[in-house]
């Protein structure tokens, strides 16, 4: 591969790792609790394959759309 396919595959990938991480960033603020410091636990985490939770399913789209 040429350099620039190089530059440019990795700037796609950092742009992409970055963008991942600012939704994760701005999700964990939407979902802490306005009094206290909302730390999720592990239950939390596994909520977003429940298929019966709204969060995931109206967030994920949107989230996998603004990545792409």
Same mark, same amino acid.
């Given at each position: ?11 796609? =990938?950092? %742009?992409? &790792? =970055?963008? #991942?991480?600012? /939704? #994760? ?14 730390? +999720?636990? %592990?239950?939390? @985490?596994?909520?977003?394959?429940? +298929?019966?939770? @709204? #969060? +995931?399913? /109206?967030?994920?789209?949107? =989230? %996998?759309? =603004? %990545? &792409?």
């Amino acid at each position: 591969m040429s350099v620039r396919v190089k530059l440019t595959l990795s700037y796609a =990938a950092f %742009l992409t &790792v =970055a963008g #991942g991480v600012l /939704i #994760g960033v701005v999700w964990y603020f939407l979902l802490r609790s306005r009094s206290t410091l909302y730390l +999720p636990t %592990l239950h939390d @985490f596994l909520l977003v394959l429940n +298929p019966n939770n @709204f #969060g +995931p399913r /109206i967030f994920s789209p949107a =989230a %996998l759309s =603004a %990545l &792409v």
